[in-house]
């Protein structure tokens, strides 16, 4: 092992653990030394798979040396999980999966506890490294339509499209604001900068007090105006999928995870494919993002430098979900 290695262990070994404990393991100067579940059953699943130290309990971690953990488990448990790592001196540099707390008030105090501790945090809010995003942010930062007036944001997927009102898949995903709404408020701010939210609605279509669809509006600087639109019971959204209709004074652009459109004043539409933008990686597995994103936090966490978006940075959204809950909760 080369001095630079970074020795790294992902907790929690659902969907999103395998995704990147399967990246890590291609990564270079990544050594993975350890994965932890409570569940034996995954435990021994993951066995199989990866040569790696195979733990039921965090507080094992901590005789490992490691300089980085990745913590994939359900929304509700990153505080504890997160603020243990930092307490026990686990590890120097955290990332975690989005969102980054259940509510704004536990975000910040990790934010804090990560500024004490020092290292790199990252949030996985990998839309922002989606080549097609990414040409949109070009673009604005450019002035292309000029100044922004206005912009549409949405969130889509079929998921729980003719659920059970008793389902419980909606809170165990944490509704459809943290689930899917969570990303296109992250690349809101990531385009445009602090929001405020001025009015909201939530719709529940499982459980009582779950949000299945959300509305809300936001203000930003200079004028700005958006709307947010979030749902995971809409017809014929097999996938996912995220896009903005951004309005500014010379033109529009239109952008989700595969194109990007420019419509200027008095001239012809350009449009931009995700193949045509370089959407090329070392790995493929889910989707490019995914890999440019654990690569971005190993370079980081080498370099000893910063990675975005940071846990900070990330609070941003969950306070955003915050004011639109209570905004909801003002209209009921």
């Known amino acids: 092992m080369s001095e630079k290695d970074v020795r790294v262990a992902v907790i929690g ?10 990246i890590l393991s291609t990564l270079p100067h990544v050594h993975l030394v350890a994965l932890c579940d409570k569940s034996h ?25 490691l300089d980085a953990v990745y913590v994939t488990t359900p929304i509700p448990t990153h505080f504890s999980i997160v603020k243990a790592l930092y307490l026990n001196r686990i590890a120097g540099s955290v990332f975690v999966e989005k969102t980054l707390a259940a509510s704004y008030d536990k975000a910040n105090e990790l934010c804090q506890l990560a ?16 080549v097609s995003f990414r040409k949109a942010k070009d673009l604005l930062t450019q002035g292309t339509i000029g100044q922004v007036a206005s912009f549409n944001a949405y969130a889509y997927s079929s998921d729980l499209l003719g659920s059970k009102k ?4 909606s809170a165990f995903r944490g509704g459809v604001l943290k689930d899917l709404g969570a990303h296109v408020v992250d690349l809101a701010l990531w385009f445009f900068g602090d929001l405020t939210v001025d009015s909201a609605r939530l719709k529940s279509a499982t459980e009582r007090d779950s949000d299945d669809s959300v509305y809300f509006r936001v203000n930003g600087s200079n004028g700005l105006e958006g709307e947010f639109n979030a749902s995971w019971c809409m017809e014929n959204y097999r996938l996912p ?15 989700n995870e595969d194109k990007v459109e420019l419509k200027l004043d008095d001239r012809k539409l350009s449009t931009w494919y ?6 090329n990686v070392d790995f493929l597995l889910g989707a490019p993002e995914y890999f440019r994103e654990d690569k971005c936090f190993v370079k980081s966490v080498l370099d000893g430098c910063n990675a975005e978006p940071s846990f900070y940075t990330a609070s941003k959204v969950d306070y955003i979900i915050g004011q639109v809950k209570y905004g909801a909760s003002k209209n009921e």
């Open 41 to 65: 059953m995954l435990l021994g699943f993951f066995r199989k798979m990866f040569k790696a130290n195979l733990l039921d309990d965090i507080g094992k971690l901590s005789s490992l040396n």
């Open 274 to 279: 995700r193949h045509d933008l370089n959407d």
């Open 241 to 255: 999928e995220f896009g903005l209709l951004i309005k500014g004074s010379k033109g529009i652009i239109r952008v």
């Open 13 to 22: 070994l659902g969907k999103m653990g395998l995704l990147h404990a399967s």
């Open 115 to 130: 500024q004490s501790f020092g290292g790199v945090n990252m949030v996985g809010y990998q839309r922002r490294l989606n």
């Open 166 to 169: 008793n389902s419980k898949t």
